[in-house]
């Protein structure tokens, strides 16, 4: 019987990639910006390295899951490992909430990496490291600093404190500060091979996991993530959609279900659906929704690619600002009557 492989705590597709960089520790760069498709498992990336760094017995370069270091990291209070996200974040992960303001209301929290939180890097910074070993801070998301908290981060990196890594994990560099990208050392994450994702999505119970994966876009972890929230792979909107531009269903009915949906989450599912048209339109297989390729593919031959092309853009748009929208009700209206627009047949009005 083949003895199990050790992951150090990485996922199934990470185990090389990690392997390979964690085998120049001892050139390690200062600071590390891991970042790649949204669901791939950058932050669990990103906690794995700083165990493997912090381990006092590695194994094959990665954390031994089993001296001291090992259980002081899974156990939360490793003193040589610090975790910065945001509150909400840290609320997600099953951490308490903040105490309340001095009115006696709930404070709400926040989405940002505070320049507090940063700043209160800098006594840890003044004391010696465990036995002599690393100092890991791990942030997370990067794109969740904001432009205080990512100005004092620069300052830091500029001169960086001695046996100290910086383990930064995001999505997208482009979204994050110019000069403290160029700080960093940067590590992308490939998207797993469908079949290695599959299987994991398998182990962890799901079923139809070839659907949800393609659907997420080859991301297991958002696809595990989706999954378990009780949807569909194809989300019931979408099918929505799909049945008002075959004369089904009503535009203001569609409307009032994005409306209690999350604006990321539509706009990302749209996006996704005009990539899989798209793909129709030059006789490529559909790359999403395979289990809906025959009503793309019947709606795909009657589209005009430049409407097509506009509301993809317009998605674009939204999706930068889908945090900041005022009036999601109106924002669905707008987008029903965009997305069929672009979706109705060619020989109509432009």
Not at 127 to 136: D, E, K
Not at 232 to 241: K, T, V
Not at 279 to 298: D, H, K, V
Not at 302 to 311: I, M, P, T, V
Request: contains cysteine.
């Amino acid at each position: 019987m083949n003895a199990p492989v050790h992951d150090g705590g990485f996922l199934p597709w990470q185990v090389e990639p990690a392997r390979a960089w964690l085998a120049g520790r001892e050139r390690f760069a200062h600071a590390w910006l891991i970042h790649g498709l949204r669901g791939i498992g950058q932050v669990e990336f990103a906690l794995a390295g700083a165990a493997a760094l912090l381990c006092e017995s590695p194994n094959d370069g990665l954390a031994c899951g089993a001296c001291q270091a090992c259980n002081w990291v899974a156990a939360g209070n490793h003193p040589d490992l610090r975790r910065i996200r945001p509150e909400a974040t840290a609320l997600a992960e099953g951490e308490s909430a903040e105490a309340d303001t001095a009115e006696g209301k709930k404070k709400q929290a926040s989405r940002e990496i505070r320049v507090e939180q940063v700043r209160g890097l800098l006594p840890w910074f003044n004391t010696a490291t465990h036995r002599g070993g690393w100092r890991v801070a791990v942030l997370y998301p990067a794109e969740a600093l904001n432009v205080i908290s990512a100005n004092t981060l620069l300052k830091i990196l500029e001169e960086p404190p001695e046996n100290t890594v910086f383990l930064l994990a995001g999505q997208a560099p482009d979204r994050l500060l110019p000069t403290l990208v160029s700080r960093c050392r940067r590590l992308p994450l490939p998207v797993p091979a469908a079949d290695q994702a599959q299987a994991w999505l398998a182990s962890q119970g799901i079923e139809q996991a070839d659907a949800w994966l393609a659907a997420c876009g080859g991301a297991p972890l958002l696809a595990r993530e989706r999954a378990r929230s009780g949807g569909r792979a194809c989300p019931a909107w979408l099918e929505a959609f799909l049945d008002l531009c075959d004369g089904r269903g009503t535009a203001g009915e569609l409307a009032d279900a994005l409306a209690d949906e999350d604006i990321a989450d539509w706009v990302d599912g749209f996006q996704r659906l005009l990539v899989d048209l798209s793909l129709r339109t030059g006789a490529a297989p559909s790359r999403y929704f395979p289990a809906q390729a025959a009503r793309i593919e019947a709606l795909a031959a009657r589209l005009d690619a430049r409407r097509l092309a506009e509301a993809a853009h317009w998605l674009a748009r939204q999706r930068r600002l889908a945090g900041h929208a005022l009036n999601p009700r109106f924002l669905a209206d707008h987008a029903v009557a965009l997305l069929l627009k672009a979706c109705s047949p060619a020989t109509a009005g432009a």
